[in-house]
Each structure stands twice: as structure tokens, then as C-alpha cells.
């Protein structure tokens, strides 16, 4: 318990404000969450114990994009010098030495406080994007793009094409249960469509943004209908520990599936949420529940060499009609002794993510969203396109990355089939392979045994 060398001590003013501040994390119930007040101890005293971080191996097996471009990109030189760039960086804060001289370099990352993004609010008290990268979603906007763009999405009626162009798999889990939970040193990530995944590392298995409802909406007579899956039900889904919400918007968070979650696991499952979304979950009778400002961490009961932070994002809230950038929004960053993983949410490109890779990267798998991104001039400051979902890839120092947010919803008015074509024309043009950042068929999972060089 509490081995952990780069924890910030409670004294450090960030620490506080993040972490148990009124701002801060917030309990639901009077219990004491085991874990999280025993973790905070002194620096020096952390930096006596090391953890051993394995030797992980070679990915145990490699999957084909189902999309293959035959043209040649150009390379465009300074791309490539900065991923190389990042990749060298990568030795130094998580070095091919050893463990111990990468756990220090990011020790000190993590208490530069001064060089992270705090969340901020308006005079009206509504949470704004502090960049400006970000312009607001207005509905004049809103108006414009429905009533003068060409929605390219052509997503076919047949269920034979939908089946050949993006077949939905029975998860292995279901088919083989015995095999769930065990990875080894490594870490098992299934794509549940649209921005669930379920990550299976550290001996935690948890959910991002989980939906397996038909539609991303109020109602389930109206609004954005899937077209493909889900690959499972939630009856069918393993023990998960925890589940990670990025931000309010129904097709992030579905209220039929937060309510079939918390009837099969109760109290047993932790909710890590954004800052102000806390009522919503009690509301719906969600018990164990984490709220969480940007920056701010916690860890599951029993599980504390895991610690789940909540990292900033470029997006926005809205549920109902007057409720607008009340709840905050964000990505997580888990953070365990063997392996790291980054979810990205929802997000438009904004330099958070360098924030995030300098004091949690490299990790060793990112999820990014690589679809909804059209047309740009509307999309762009809340959605990445592929490309700039490659920048969040090398700001973040993932070593792997797997692209969701596309396949599921027609959100946006790109073909339905362009999101991993595009991004595997961007890897290209940043000296990239596929299987850096590689993309599943719904349903269908993937080990990754990293080496802890930094360098595949
Ligand atoms: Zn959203």
C-alpha cells in the first residue's frame, strides 16, 4: 500500500486544490473510501521505495487495420523530427536503464505545478475552456451546419455491407470467460464501439464512457441511432472495478446503461466523474462515486497502486436545455506500478495534452477519439480529426494508441468509413506505423506486452 514514488505530497498547494479541496474530490457517502487518505505521505519518504517495473514483452499479436491504403503519403521531415524527438524524450522520463532513474524524472514533472491547466469557471459560475484553441458552440452555428452542410456520412441501410465493412465481434469474454483478468504485465483493451472501451491492467479492469443503448439521447424514440452493436450486453460484461465518465453529453453518458451498471455490481463498482456531475449519479441511485477536478486522483478500494486522474480536455456540457458547462469535462489518465493508460474522452486539439504527456506519459496505450470531425470550421474546437488525433498520440507519449469515437454514431458528416482511413494517411505523413496507433473491429481485443524502453 502507498508505494508510490511519484505521489505529490498533501502539502503541495496543487495537491490540495486537486485532490481534497472543496473543488476537489468529493465523497457521496459518509464511509471512509479506503486507499486514498492513507496514500498521502511526503515525497522523500516515497522516493525511498522504488516499484520494479517489469520487463514487458513484444505485443503477443498483431491485428491488420481493416482499412489498407494503397497511396503513398508525402513525408513532411519536421513531423518526423518531432516524433523523434518525443521518442527520445520518452527514454529520458521513463529511461531504458532502469525504473528507478524514470520514476525520479517524473517525480519532478509532477510537482511543477505551475505548468498545468486549472480548470476555471465563469461569472456565471459554468466551467470554460481555457485556451484559445476553443470557440464556443453557438446555436447559430448549430443551425448553420445542419441547414448548409452535406451530410457525407452514408452509412448503408444493409446489414450484409454493415457486416463486411465493420463487423461487430462476440468479445472474448464471452465466448472465454476463464481467460478474463489474466494479462500478465501487460494490458488487454476490447472496443465496446463509439468511446467505451474496457481496459483490463495492474489487476483492475475498468469501462470508459460506456453506452449500450440504440440511441445516444433522452429518449429512445429520437436521436443519433447506432448502426453498429453493441458487441455485448451488460450482463455480459466481466467484473469491472470501475468506470470512467469524460463528460455529460448522452452519447458519453447513457442513463439506461449507468442504471443496468449499477443494478448488476451496486457499490462494488466505482464511479470516477467529472467535477459537478456527482447529484446526477446519486440521483440515480449511483452509491460509490469519485468526483474529480481536473488534475485531481483517486484509486479503487483495495487497489491503490492504481490511481485514476482526472486531466483536462477540450470540450463542453450539455444535458438539458439551460444546464450548459455546469458539469466539468475532461480525460483520465490511469497510472499504475506496470503500466499506464490514457483516455482521451471527447476533445477538440488544445495543448493539455502536452500537460498530460510531461507529467503522467509515456503510457503505454492511449485511447483517442478519431471521428465526428467534419465539417472542420463547426467541429474542430470540440472534435480532433484524425490528424490532430496524432498529435495527441506524440503530445501524450503513448507508445501505442487505439482509435474509438467513430463506427458506431453518425455524429458528424464525414463517411462513416473515413475516420481510419484518414488516420492511417496521418501516421504516414508523421513517420508512423498502423500498429502505433491501430484501430478494432467492435467486440475485438488486444494485448500489449510493452518493453519499458520506450521504443517498440
Ligand atoms: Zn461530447
Known amino acids: ?104 524524472s517524473f517525480r519532478l514533472d509532477y510537482r511543477l505545478e505551475e505548468d498545468v491547466t486549472k480548470s476555471e469557471k465563469d461569472k456565471d459560475g459554468r466551467f ?15 443551425l448553420k451546419w445542419i441547414f448548409t452542410e452535406k451530410d457525407n456520412s452514408q452509412v448503408p441501410c444493409s446489414k450484409q455491407i454493415l457486416d463486411t465493412n465493420l ?14 483478468g489474466k494479462t500478465g504485465d501487460g494490458i488487454r483493451v476490447t472496443w465496446l464501439g463509439h468511446a467505451s472501451v474496457l481496459v483490463e491492467m495492474d489487476d483492475v479492469t475498468f469501462i470508459t464512457d460506456p453506452i449500450f443503448s440504440q440511441r445516444a439521447s433522452p429518449v ?23 468506470v470512467l465518465i469524460s463528460h455529460n453529453h448522452y452519447d458519453h453518458l447513457d442513463y439506461p446503461t449507468v442504471v443496468s451498471l449499477n ?7 466505482r464511479w470516477f466523474v467529472p467535477l459537478g456531475l456527482l447529484d446526477w449519479m446519486r440521483k440515480y441511485g449511483c452509491e460509490n462515486v469519485i468526483e474529480l477536478d481536473w488534475w ?26 439551460m444546464d450548459d458547462n455546469k ?17 482521451a474522452g471527447d476533445t477538440g486539439y488544445c495543448v493539455a495534452f502536452e ?26 474546437y470540440q472534435h480532433v480529426d484524425p490528424e490532430e488525433a496524432v498529435r495527441i498520440h506524440i503530445d501524450v507519449r503513448a507508445k501505442k494508441s487505439i482509435g474509438i469515437h467513430w463506427g458506431t454514431f453518425a455524429l458528424a458528416n464525414e463517411y462513416y468509413l473515413d475516420p481510419p482511413v484518414k488516420l492511417k494517411e496521418a501516421l504516414e505523413r508523421y513517420g508512423l506505423q498502423t500498429e502505433d496507433f491501430f484501430v478494432l473491429n467492435q467486440g475485438e481485443s488486444r494485448d500489449l506486452k510493452i518493453n519499458d524502453d520506450g521504443i517498440e
Not at 496514500?39 to 521505495?49: G, I, K, S, Y
Not at 443494478?263 to 463498482?269: D, K, Q
Not at 486522483?297 to 480536455?313: K, R
Request: glycine share 8%.
Open 263 to 269: 443494478a448488476r455490481f451496486g457499490s462494488e463498482l
Open 296 to 321: 485531481g486522483e483517486n484509486c479503487i478500494p483495495g487497489h491503490d497502486a492504481v490511481t485514476f486522474v482526472f486531466t483536462p480536455a477540450q470540450h463542453w456540457c450539455k444535458r438539458t436545455p
Open 1 to 104: 500500500m502507498g508505494n508510490r514514488p511519484w505521489q505529490a505530497p498533501s502539502s503541495l498547494p496543487g495537491a490540495s486544490a486537486a485532490g481534497e479541496g472543496t473543488a476537489g474530490r468529493r465523497r457521496l457517502s459518509g464511509g471512509a473510501w479506503p486507499g486514498r487518505e492513507k496514500r498521502q505521505r511526503p515525497l522523500m519518504e516515497a522516493e525511498e521505495e522504488e516499484e520494479e517495473t517489469a520487463a514487458l514483452q513484444e505485443p503477443s499479436r498483431q491485428n491488420s487495420s481493416p482499412n489498407e491504403m494503397d497511396e503513398e503519403q508525402p513525408c513532411i521531415s519536421h513531423l518526423k523530427d518531432e516524433v523523434r524527438k518525443r521518442q527520445n524524450s520518452n527514454q529520458g522520463s521513463r529511461g531504458s536503464n532502469s525504473s528507478r532513474a524514470s520514476r525520479k
Open 167 to 180: 463487423p461487430v465481434l462476440t468479445p472474448y469474454f464471452v465466448q472465454n470467460p476463464e481467460l478474463f
Open 220 to 242: 429512445q424514440c429520437l436521436g443519433p441511432k447506432r448502426f453498429r452493436g453493441p458487441p455485448c450486453t451488460v450482463s455480459e460484461l466481466p467484473k469491472i472495478d470501475a
Open 355 to 380: 500537460e498530460i504527456g510531461k507529467r503522467f506519459g509515456p503510457f503505454d496505450l492511449a485511447a483517442i477519439p478519431i471521428g465526428a470531425y467534419e465539417p472542420r470550421w463547426f467541429m474542430k
Open 128 to 142: 470554460m475552456n481555457p485556451w484559445p484553441t476553443w470557440k464556443s458552440v453557438t446555436f447559430r452555428n448549430v
Open 327 to 343: 458539469v466539468l469535462w475532461g480525460s483520465w489518465s490511469v497510472v499504475g506500478p506496470r503500466n499506464r493508460f490514457f483516455f
